[in-house]
T-cell receptor
Framework: AQSVAQPEDQVNVAEGNPLTVKCTYS??????LFWYVQYPNRGLQFLLK??????LVKGSYGFEAEFNKSQTSFHLKKPSALVSDSALYFC??????????????FGKGTKLSVKP | NAGVTQTPKFQVLKTGQSMTLQCAQD?????MSWYRQDPGMGLRLIHY???????DQGEVPNGYNVSRSTTEDFPLRLLSAAPSQTSVYFC????????????FGEGSRLTVL
């Protein structure tokens, strides 16, 4: 079965420290990979995506993510966390089905808490 | 530019009642979808549409109906509400290419008593 795993329900980081939110996936073919952020009582907002090319992709608000094909991972990173980064983060994958892409499959989300 | 607009934002229903969650987008996106978000379960796809007149089922379609008569609108109907349908519902749309990201509405919080 196609799936996306975010192994940590919550990540706690001190402001100014680097942060990593982990994501691994199990899908067929060459999937497209996405990260979204959700602030309280809001809809999801797009952060960044990997389609092809350079394994390190940069996105909004200083976030970046590294695609690792051999480890089927797409971890979200930021060099210096801000209190305002505190939110719920979702990894999502669009599988590849014999010439066409499927619908997005979302992980369960990781709550990021950045303390001053 | 309003993006994706969902109404209502909050709704309380009794078991067995029916209702429609409205979703409209003004970006001329062909693809639209409905997700439900439950604690610890992420987002699960209910129904989606790749264009006017075309709909298909997602992962959890039971108890929900959709239609797509125009490009702009994609309503979600609950025919006979059940407590298991208590959730936060999100409508999302994207431009044609599969590489595109989804644009989400602000969500509709539904409670079924």
């Amino acid at each position: 079965a196609q799936s996306v795993a975010q192994p940590e329900d919550q990540v706690n980081v001190a402001e100014g420290n680097p942060l990593t939110v982990k994501c691994t996936y199990s899908v067929s073919g060459n999937p497209y990979l996405f990260w979204y952020v959700q602030y309280p009582n809001r809809g999801l907002q797009f952060l960044l995506k990997y389609i092809t090319g350079d394994n390190l992709v940069k996105g909004s608000y200083g976030f970046e993510a590294e695609f690792n094909k051999s480890q089927t991972s797409f971890h979200l990173k930021k060099p210096s966390a801000l209190v305002s980064d505190s939110a719920l983060y979702f990894c999502a994958v669009r599988p590849y089905y014999g010439g066409s892409q499927g619908n997005l499959i979302f992980g369960k989300g990781t709550k990021l808490s950045v303390k001053p | 530019n309003a993006g994706v607009t969902q109404t209502p934002k909050f709704q309380v229903l009794k078991t067995g009642q029916s209702m429609t969650l409205q979703c409209a987008q003004d970006m001329n996106h062909e693809y639209m979808s409905w997700y439900r978000q439950d604690p610890g379960m992420g987002l699960r796809l209910i129904h989606y549409s790749v264009g006017a007149g075309i709909t298909d089922q997602g992962e959890v379609p039971n108890g929900y109906n959709v239609s797509r008569s125009t490009t702009e609108d994609f309503p979600l109907r609950l025919l006979s509400a059940a407590p298991s349908q208590t959730s936060v519902y999100f409508c999302a749309s994207r431009d044609g290419p599969n590489t595109g990201e989804l644009f989400f509405g602000e969500g509709s919080r539904l409670t079924v008593l």
